[in-house]
T-cell receptor
């Protein structure tokens, strides 16, 4: 089944404790992206990757890091989480140049 | 970043009614996309529009890419209870950076 998976689905952590949210897709998509969703703000793009080893900033990259060492995986790293990073995070992937992104199920993060 | 204004923010309608929502941008986009999000899930693509003036249907859903390339519209005809959810518009100029509206929450009374 074609899908985008994210782990964990729910995470509660404390300020400053490094964490990684994993994202994996099985559709051989070149393009992958991370978004955060906050009430009343819709989805805002954090980082995206056009292919392996090629990443760039979205609209709200501060406090986040990404890496793309393999085509199928695109982890999101929060080196020192803060409470304002409490949010619902989505990973998405697509064939490059199409825009028709497939979204993962989301990761709900609470930073205390 | 770019601002997409999506309206209305929420709608309460009776089953069988038609629904319209729209999205405007301060900048030109080459592609407009409409997504639906059910509770606890990620957005799912409904319709993609690639050309100014384009009108595209997907079942009871019809979307249009505005002539100015700064707006898009989504219509749902004869709504049913499973149409309940949040609808998002999104725009992109280069298929790398995507900008989303704040969403329209649709409630349908049986």
């Amino acid at each position: 089944e074609a899908q985008v998976t994210q782990n964990p689905r729910y995470l509660i952590t404390v300020t400053g404790k490094k964490l990684t949210v994993t994202c994996s897709q099985n559709m051989n998509h070149e393009y992958m992206s991370w978004y955060r969703q906050d009430p009343g703000l819709g989805l805002r793009q954090i980082y995206y990757s056009m292919n392996v080893e090629v990443t760039d900033k979205g609209d709200v990259p501060e406090g986040y890091k990404v890496s793309r060492k393999e085509k199928r995986n695109f982890p999101l790293i929060l080196e020192s989480p803060s409470p304002n990073q409490t949010s619902l995070y989505f990973c998405a992937s697509s064939y490059r140049g199409l825009g028709t992104q497939y979204f993962g199920p989301g990761t709900r993060l609470l930073v205390l | 970043g770019q601002q997409l204004n999506q309206s209305p923010q929420s709608m309460f309608i009776q089953e069988g009614e038609d629904v319209s929502m729209n999205c405007t941008s301060s900048s030109i986009f080459n592609t407009w996309l409409w997504y639906k999000q059910d509770p606890g899930e990620g957005p799912v693509l409904l319709i993609a529009l690639y050309k100014a003036g384009e009108l595209t249907s997907n079942g009871r859903l019809t979307a249009q890419f505005g002539i100015t390339r700064k707006d898009s519209f989504l219509n749902i005809s004869a709504s049913i209870p499973s149409d309940v959810g949040i609808y998002f518009c999104a725009g992109t100029s280069n298929f790398n950076k995507f900008y989303f509206g704040s969403g329209t929450k649709l409630n349908v009374k049986p």
